[in-house]
């Protein structure tokens, strides 16, 4: 989704979060787009495992030049994106980041998340 500026804020139920090395984790501005308990806790993580994050506002061509997307949201906690309007995101499959984040999340739950989702992906 986009604001009136054509800024990318969110997907409909998901914070988007943006990876590109030479920059670390982007995404938008807190008071450009709901609060999302997921988002700090995804935040929270990447600091832990020392990955720069910063919020800045966001374009399509910023979207399209990353290395990983990312979606957070209260259910599938984190969520790799590997194509934007069409086109492949970096490598078009999930990244090393994503892989990173989401085993620090099975972590800090205690439950493979991963497992979980592949164990219910055909119910």
Same mark, same amino acid.
């Given at each position: ?6 800024? #990318? ?18 995404? %938008?501005?807190? @008071? ?23 919020? @800045? ?10 290395? @990983? ?6 259910? %599938?906690? #984190?969520? %790799? ?20 984040? &989401?085993?620090?999340?099975? @972590? &800090? #739950?205690?439950?493979?998340? &991963? ?9």
């Amino acid at each position: 989704m986009t604001d009136a500026d054509r800024h #990318v804020t969110e997907a409909t139920t998901a914070n988007i979060v943006l990876y590109h090395p030479q920059r670390g984790l982007r995404t %938008p501005p807190l @008071e450009q787009v709901l609060h999302g308990i997921s988002l700090g806790i995804l935040e929270r993580l990447a600091r832990q495992l020392a990955i720069p994050w910063s919020y @800045e506002s966001l374009s399509a061509p910023d979207v399209a030049s990353s290395s @990983e997307v990312m979606l957070t949201s209260t259910s %599938p906690c #984190v969520l %790799p994106v590997v194509r934007f309007n069409g086109s492949p995101i970096g490598a078009s499959h999930p990244g090393p980041v994503f892989k990173q984040l &989401l085993a620090a999340w099975s @972590e &800090l #739950v205690g439950v493979d998340i &991963l497992a979980q989702a592949q164990r219910y992906a055909h119910r």
